[in-house]
Every structure is written in structure tokens, then in C-alpha cells.
């Protein structure tokens, strides 16, 4: 344990000196409170992006039969320890280190041991090196949450880890330096402050090329092309998830400031808090209101993702739009969602959490919008990282789907599926006590 007594003498030589030096004290006294404040925001920020992983959980565990939820509990937290372990071998390196437009380097994360902090030595404020790694990975680890509820109850397990190994350790940090690392997108210009397109899109993309490879769930659409409802197991459960992910937002976006050692930042942050609860706030009540119009009913389901299309849609630009505008972009992303998920049943794709529609669909929306704000944006750039990211995400996702359904397969028997993937693969049950699974 570290020796905490008072050396008297030091602390009067000390206080001597800066006595005689009042600017260069002054001017490390604020470095170093803004390197703690800066730290700080990303390790406490990080800790509630981390915590969406929960909602996720919840939310798709709540939206599959019974029968499948111990097995979407477990691809949860595994796709979670999965990209913690990709993140560190290759991930990070390779989105961040020496990118040289397109990629960066291929090597496992090394935190420096910040020597000039240790030093007393303050540039800028800065922050620690493995406080931005944290945060950082936390971020990889929503991406690959989004696949998992859109293939959930006919994917086997393993197969769909292996997907999630590769989308993290390599389609995902890639793209994100073309963005976040200072790569070409960045330099034409492109903005994406969280991650609507980088974090969000991407999640959608892959979960898309998953799901058209896999295929529907048998029952989910009649020979004559109806649309057979298959009704989530729990919907409290699918609500606090949601409720969790709306929590986890504050750092997902909050934390993408990416400072906190000046009045500047904090102001930026509180704005954009406030701007991403707003943006939820209209994705509920359009998603509501919508539904109420077209189906005379209003839907819990729709409305609880068009929270997180309202999420997803500020997340490209949370710090510039007033908070009115902020609404109004969240109620556009509610709104895209009623009609995106019919829109993906008439295609016969099934997305059992709604997936598709509330992180791709909204995180295109939100990617676009940023224009609507930001005078140095403009609609061409916008598109071009959108279609660029997506094209790349289509074509490396299709190759591992098409790679893995062809070697190992992906795709669960039909005893399997009607027996639920609990007992095929776990040997268990999650609710024993309320009879046979359906």
C-alpha cells in the first residue's frame, strides 16, 4: 500500500516554490485537474455504455419466446467478453495507431504507462491512455449487441460468437478509422459524433446480411405471404431494457465529447444530455401517435423502439440542435420505425427485436440530419460515408455469414427451433417453472 504520511519538509519546499513560480503552479494545478476530469469522464461514461449491455440483454430477452432466453441472455454477455478480448488483441490498434487513411496497425493494445501525468507533466490536460481504451470498447461491444436480437431464436451459438469475433476485431475498427482515427472520411469532412452510421449503422448492416443468409423463423410468414405474429415472452422486460438503454445513452453520447477539464466541455455535455433525452422523448411519442393512427391501437413494442430510434437518430449530432430540434429529429426516427418494420416483414425479413429498423434505418435518418445543423456538413459528404461504410459492412459481413454457413453452419435444426435453442444448446430452461416452453 502506498505510503500516504506528510514529508513536512517536502511540502515547504514545495509551497516555496510555488510561491515563486505562482504561473507555472497555476498552470499544473489546471492541467492536472483537467487530465482527473477528463479521465474521469471517460471511466464514468464508459461504465454507462457498459451498462447498455444489460439493456440489450433485457430487451431481447423480453422480446423472444420463452423457450430462447436463456440462450439470448448468454450471446449477451459472451458477445460482451468477446469484444473485450478482440478490442484489446487488435481493435483498438487497428482503429486508432498510425492510421494511414484506411486502416490502422495490427497489433494488441499496449497502455502507456503515462509518464507525463506521473511526471507532473500535463499537456493539455490529456487523460489516461487506458481510460480512453475503455471507453473506446465499450462502444464495439453496441455494435455487436444489435446483431444478436435481430437473428435471435434460430442461430446457433457458437457460429454467431465466431460472426462476433470478426465483426469486432476487424469490420468495425476498420471502418471507424476511416472516421474516428483520422482516416479519409474524416478528412473529406464526414460527421458522426457517436455513431449513428460508425456504432449503430454498422451494427444494422451486419445484422441484415445476418438475417436475409439465415433466414426467417419457420412460422413467421405464410406461404401466402402473410405476416404471422410472434409475440416477445415478456414485455416488462422488454421495457426496463429499453429504459436501461436510454440511461446507458447519457454516456454513450455524453462521453463522446470527450473531455470534461474545462467550462467549455461541460456545457457541450450538458447539452447534449439534454438533447438526447429530447430526441427519445419524440421517438416515443410519434412512434405512439403513429401507431395510434394507422392501426387504431397504440403498440408497446413500437413505441419502446422508437425511444431507441430516437436515440439513435441524435446520436450523429447531439451537441449543435436546440433541444426543439432535437425533438423533432428523435420524432422523425419514431416515426421511421412504425413503418420500417412492416417494410422489412413484406421483404420476409425477419428481425425478431426490430433491430434493422431502429438502429440502421434511424442511424441513416440521424447520419443525414446532421446537416440540418451543422453549417460545415454537407448532404454529399453525409452519403458518401454512409453508402461507403455500408457497402463495406454488406460486402465483409456476407463473406462471414456465407463462409460460416457453409463450413460449420448457422443455422439451428428445425427440432432445435421448435424445442427452443434453451434445451438444444444450454440444457436448461429460464422460466422451468411455468410449464413448457413456447
Not at 454507462?48 to 439470448?72: D, P, S
Not at 456504432?199 to 401466402?224: D, F, N, Q
Not at 438533447?275 to 392501426?295: D, E, K, P, R, S
Not at 456476407?398 to 460460416?404: D, E, G, M, R, V
Request: aromatic share 12%; with cysteine; glycine share 12%.
Amino acid at each position: 500500500m502506498r505510503d500516504l504520511r506528510v514529508n513536512k519538509k517536502a511540502v515547504a519546499v514545495t509551497a516555496a516554490l510555488m510561491a515563486l513560480l505562482p504561473g507555472v503552479a497555476n498552470a499544473a494545478v489546471e492541467g492536472e485537474t483537467a487530465f482527473i476530469l477528463n479521465s474521469f469522464s471517460f471511466l464514468f461514461n464508459g461504465a454507462l455504455v457498459m451498462w447498455m449491455a444489460a439493456g440489450f440483454a433485457m430487451l431481447e430477452a423480453g422480446l423472444v419466446r420463452k423457450k430462447n432466453t436463456a440462450t439470448i441472455c448468454l450471446k449477451n454477455i459472451a458477445l460482451y467478453s468477446v469484444a473485450g478480448l478482440t478490442f484489446y488483441l487488435v481493435g483498438y490498434n487497428l482503429m486508432y495507431l498510425d492510421v494511414t487513411g484506411f486502416i490502422g496497425s495490427f497489433s494488441p493494445f499496449w497502455s502507456a504507462d503515462d509518464a507525463d501525468a506521473l511526471k507532473g507533466t500535463f499537456a493539455d490536460g490529456g487523460y489516461s491512455a487506458s481510460s480512453d481504451w475503455f471507453f473506446q470498447m465499450v462502444f464495439v461491444a453496441t455494435a455487436a449487441s444489435i446483431v444478436s436480437g435481430a437473428v435471435a431464436e434460430r442461430i446457433k451459438l457458437w457460429p454467431f460468437l465466431a460472426f462476433v469475433f470478426l465483426l469486432t476485431a476487424i469490420i468495425y475498427p476498420i471502418q471507424g478509422s476511416w472516421v474516428w482515427g483520422g482516416g479519409w472520411l474524416s478528412e473529406m469532412g464526414f460527421s458522426d459524433y457517436a455513431g449513428s452510421t460508425l456504432v449503430h449503422s454498422v451494427g444494422g448492416w451486419a445484422a441484415l446480411t445476418g438475417a436475409i443468409i439465415l433466414g426467417p423463423r419457420k412460422g413467421k410468414y405464410s406461404k401466402e405471404g402473410r405476416v404471422q405474429p410472434i409475440p416477445g415472452a415478456n414485455l416488462p422486460l422488454a421495457t426496463l431494457g429499453t429504459f436501461i438503454l436510454w440511461l446507458g445513452w447519457f454516456g454513450f453520447n455524453g462521453g463522446s465529447v470527450l473531455a470534461l477539464g474545462s467550462a467549455e466541455s461541460v456545457i457541450e455535455m450538458a447539452n447534449v444530455f439534454a438533447n438526447t433525452n429530447m430526441a427519445a422523448v419524440g421517438g416515443v411519442l410519434a412512434a405512439m401517435a403513429t401507431t395510434q393512427i394507422l392501426y387504431k391501437k397504440v403498440d408497446l413494442t413500437m413505441a419502446l423502439n422508437g425511444a431507441i430510434a430516437g436515440l439513435v437518430s441524435i446520436t450523429a449530432e447531439p451537441a449543435d440542435p436546440t433541444i426543439g430540434m432535437a425533438i423533432a429529429i428523435g420524432a422523425v426516427g419514431g416515426v421511421l420505425v412504425v413503418f420500417a418494420v412492416p417494410f422489412f416483414d413484406k421483404l420476409k425479413i425477419d428481425d425478431v427485436v426490430g433491430a434493422l429498423s431502429a438502429h440502421l434505418v434511424a442511424g441513416i435518418w440521424g447520419t443525414l440530419a446532421v446537416v440540418l445543423t451543422d453549417a460545415d456538413a454537407t448532404l454529399a459528404v453525409q452519403a458518401t460515408g454512409i453508402i461507403a461504410i455500408g457497402a463495406f459492412v454488406v460486402i465483409t459481413s456476407s463473406i462471414l455469414w456465407l463462409a460460416l454457413k457453409y463450413t460449420v453452419g448457422i443455422r439451428a435444426s428445425e427440432e432445435d427451433e421448435a424445442n427452443g435453442l434453451d434445451k438444444a444448446e444450454l440444457g436448461l430452461e429460464a422460466y422451468p417453472e411455468f410449464g413448457p416452453s413456447t
